[in-house]
């Protein structure tokens, strides 16, 4: 929560700043990846330990105003968590045991100009579920554990917000951060894990290039 205000502060912030200016007038299309750091969060889900993957994909900018723009994207995130760390009997594994959820990401934000460069972005983010399976050897090509969309606790279709913020460079290439919050349980309605309260949570950095 402490994190939505900041974010939600600075975007405000960048909404009432006079001085602000996008670097382009014309609508630009560029490609982006970077790494994730994913977990499920929730009063069920406590001290869950963070799933790192990457994400890759494709963003568009389109100028709204002089310092405002609309920045629709679609990328492939690797999300997920860590069920166990270090060794364990049941699994027979030395390394971590991850619950791998990958989806197609579809953010739609409005991004703001604080300075030449410099910008903040805000908006909900739409995913679609790909694949799902647990992996006990994470760190190679093996342990992978298939999980069937019958045999499935998890919704295909979830709901976020994203907040973030980038900074463009005069060639095109941008560094950005971004901290997206689910707004409900990731979990079926009618299946054991009915009352499970379980969102995703994900923490991303990363660059890219607009053409």
Do not use: C, W
Request: hydrophobic share 40%; no cysteine; aromatic share 14%.
């Amino acid at each position: 929560m402490k994190k939505l205000i900041v974010f939600t502060g600075v975007f405000l912030f960048a909404l009432t700043s006079v001085n602000a200016q996008s670097d382009s007038k014309t609508v630009q299309l560029g490609a982006k990846g970077g790494v994730n750091f994913s977990k499920i969060t929730g009063d069920d889900f406590e001290d869950v330990d963070a799933r790192t993957s990457f994400n890759v994909g494709l963003v568009a900018e389109i100028p709204l105003s002089e310092r405002i723009s609309f920045q629709p994207e679609v990328f492939y995130s690797g999300q997920g968590f860590d069920i166990v760390q270090g060794e364990d009997r049941i699994f027979n594994a030395s390394e971590d045991i991850e619950y791998q959820l990958d989806y197609i990401q579809v953010p739609l934000l409005l991004k703001a100009y604080l300075v030449k460069g410099l910008s903040v972005e805000a908006g909900p983010q739409f995913g679609f579920k790909i694949h799902e399976e647990f992996d006990s050897e994470p760190n190679s090509d093996g342990g992978d554990l298939e999980i069937d969309e019958d045999d499935s606790y998890v919704k295909d279709f979830d709901t976020s917000l994203a907040f973030g913020t980038s900074y463009k460079f005069d060639g095109g290439f941008f560094i950005s951060a971004r901290y997206t919050m689910g707004l409900s349980s990731i979990f079926k309605d009618d299946t054991l894990f009915e009352n499970v309260d379980g969102k995703n949570e994900v923490l991303q950095v990363g660059l890219g290039f607009m053409f």
